[in-house]
């Protein structure tokens, strides 16, 4: 296992899954991040098209786009977030889904399987993707932004992607990306939003869940954790602003050979 599929691994034992139950109210100015993707992945299904969503962690988010495709495949390299998921597809009744043990950079994929891949906050493998889909697909990628967390990061002296605030835009790095791998991007969105946690220890339940904050500590930490709470709490709570961004893109179809 690599290490994040270990620290999703141990996510998934200590909360039963990718979410944690930490309790927070989030103000989306830009619209609900997951919620588009849903719309837009949801739009894209046909009983005929696959599905190959890569970092499916849990499963939940994938299940909830699942219903209009044929077949639906679910990858991940943590075994301990795909037991969760083969739980949570159980009490779905959703048997077209299946969940399987592979690494997105090497899926064993045949050449043009997928009709849409998408990955939520999991791995971008543009030239894998580009190889697994078939000519017209189309990737949708949910990735974390510049800014995300920034306030928290600077607090803590580290974190996800620390100090790429002032370099060029996360989101244009993974469409370029896209684009060098042969693909034509036809989205590029950001969502600025802001999470209030209900408590401090809502915020440090959630801190155990995701990277932001690599290795984070809540007794080696405990200095930052309350400077933080500190600077950002308001009557609605410990505010949390988030920066995340979908980029869309199509594999083109091929092009017939010109006749002179
Ligand atoms: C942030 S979680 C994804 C959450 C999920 N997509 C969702 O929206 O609910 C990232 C997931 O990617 C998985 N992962 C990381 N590298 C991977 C790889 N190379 N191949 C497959 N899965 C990978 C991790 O194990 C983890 O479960």
């Not at 399987?100 to 993707?129: K, N």
């Not at 990737?139 to 932004?145: K, Q, T």
């Not at 510049?146 to 469409?175: C, H, I, M, Y």
């Not at 709570?237 to 010109?258: C, D, Y």
């Amino acid at each position: 296992m690599t290490m994040d599929a270990e620290f999703y691994s141990r996510v998934a034992e200590r909360f039963g899954g990718y979410f944690s139950d930490a309790r927070s109210t989030d103000v989306f100015a830009d619209g609900r991040p997951d919620a588009v993707f849903d719309e837009l992945a949801t739009a894209l299904g046909t009983p005929q098209a696959r599905l190959l969503d890569v970092g499916c962690a849990d499963g939940r988010s994938l299940l909830r786009i699942s219903r209009p495709y044929g077949v639906v495949t679910g990858i991940d390299l943590s075994p301990s977030m795909l037991e969760c998921a083969a739980r949570y597809r159980a009490e779905a009744g959703l048997p077209h889904v299946t969940f399987e043990l592979r690494d997105a950079a090497h899926t064993g994929l045949p050449d043009g399987y997928a009709d849409v891949i998408t990955s939520r906050r999991g791995p971008l493998i543009a030239g894998e993707f580009e190889r697994v889909l078939r000519p017209g697909g189309v990737v949708m990628y949910m990735g974390i932004g510049e800014q995300d967390a920034r306030e928290l990061k600077e607090t803590f002296g580290r974190g996800q992607n620390f100090d790429s605030w002032n370099g060029r835009p996360l989101a244009d790095e993974v469409a370029l990306e896209l684009s060098d791998a042969g693909f034509v991007v036809t989205r590029n969105q950001a969502f600025l939003f802001e999470e209030f946690y209900h408590s401090p220890d809502d915020l440090n339940t959630f801190l155990h869940q995701v990277p932001i904050v690599d290795n984070y500590d809540s007794a080696a930490d405990k200095e930052a954790f309350d400077r933080y709470v500190a600077a950002v709490s308001v009557d609605q709570g410990v505010r949390l602003s988030r920066h995340w961004f979908i980029v869309q893109a199509q594999k083109p179809t091929a092009v017939e050979p010109s006749h002179p």
